[in-house]
C-alpha cells in the first residue's frame, strides 16, 4: 500500500505530459499571426553600394622602389598619387600598389603571377633600375621584361611599360644595349611606351631624396603630372574598346 502515493503520482505526470503535446499539436496546426521578417533574404547592401563601385577599373603599378615610394608615406608613393589625380579628372579607377623595393626584372618576373590578378585591368609595368644599377646584362634584362609581356598579353591584361635610361656611369657600351630595349619590346607587343618614367625629376635634386636617386614626394607629384595625361589617354581608348565589343 505504501507505493500507491507514488503510483498515482507517477500517473497524474503521465496525464500532464500527454495534454502538452496534444498542446503542440495543436499549435502547428495554427496559422502564424506574426511571422518574424527573413533577415537572409536581403542585406541592403544593393541600395547603399553604388552598382560603378564595383566595376572600377583596376590599375597594378608593378615594379621597383620608383613604384613603391622608398622612403617616403605611404599616401605619397606613385600608386596612390597617380590615383588621386585620375579621381580628380573623373575617372573611377584605382591604382593599388604592386611595387618591391630593390626589384629587379628576374625579381618581377618571379612574382608577377601572383602580384597581378587576373581582374586587372590595366598594368603599369616599371622595372630595369636595379638591372642597370648592378650592371646585369642587358639581355637578361630584355628577356625578363619580354617573359612578363608575354605573359601578361596571354591573361589579356593591357600593360602600359615605363622605360628606364641606364646611369651615366655605365658607360656608353652598355647604354646601347640597354636604353633601346623599351622601345623593342613596346613595338614587339604593340604597348603603349611611356619612354622615360622618371622624367622631369631626374637632373632635379630637389625633388630628389638625399641619395640623389629616389624621388621625394614633390618629385612624385611631377611624375604623376607627366604620365596621368598618357595613362589616361590609354585608359579611355581601353574603355571604348570594351563597350564596343
Known amino acids: 500500500m505504501r507505493f500507491k502515493p507514488l503510483a498515482a503520482f507517477l500517473h497524474i505526470i503521465l496525464i500532464i505530459g500527454i ?10 496546426q495554427s496559422p502564424v499571426q506574426n511571422p518574424e521578417p527573413d533577415m537572409e533574404e536581403s542585406s541592403g547592401l544593393e541600395e547603399v553600394l553604388p552598382e560603378d563601385q564595383l566595376s572600377s ?14 622612403l617616403l608615406p605611404a599616401n605619397d608613393a606613385f600608386p596612390q598619387q597617380l590615383e588621386e589625380a585620375l579621381l580628380k579628372n573623373g575617372l573611377d579607377v584605382s591604382v593599388e600598389n604592386a611595387g618591391v623595393s630593390g626589384d629587379t626584372t628576374t625579381g618581377g618576373l618571379e612574382r608577377l603571377n601572383w602580384s597581378v590578378p587576373d581582374d586587372t585591368d590595366l598594368v603599369i609595368l616599371e622595372l ?12 637578361i634584362t630584355e628577356q625578363n621584361l619580354d617573359e612578363m609581356l608575354q605573359r601578361l598579353q596571354t591573361r589579356k591584361i593591357p600593360v602600359v611599360l615605363a622605360g628606364m635610361i641606364a646611369p651615366p656611369n655605365m658607360g656608353a657600351d652598355y647604354a646601347a644595349q640597354f ?67
Open 19 to 28: 495534454m502538452g503535446l496534444f498542446a503542440l499539436a495543436a499549435r502547428a
Open 57 to 70: 577599373f583596376k590599375i597594378i603599378g608593378f615594379g621597383d622602389s620608383l613604384m613603391a615610394g622608398y
Open 128 to 139: 630595369g633600375a636595379n638591372d642597370a644599377l648592378r650592371g646585369i646584362a642587358p639581355a
Open 179 to 245: 636604353n633601346p630595349i623599351y622601345q623593342k619590346l613596346a613595338d614587339k607587343y604593340q604597348v603603349p611606351l611611356y619612354p622615360f618614367f622618371l622624367d622631369g625629376v631626374m637632373t632635379k635634386q630637389s625633388l630628389q631624396l638625399e641619395d640623389g636617386m629616389h624621388p621625394n614626394a614633390e618629385g612624385v607629384a611631377v611624375m604623376v603630372a607627366n604620365f596621368a595625361p598618357f595613362i589616361q589617354k590609354t585608359i579611355t581608348q581601353l574603355q571604348n574598346q570594351g563597350k564596343a565589343q
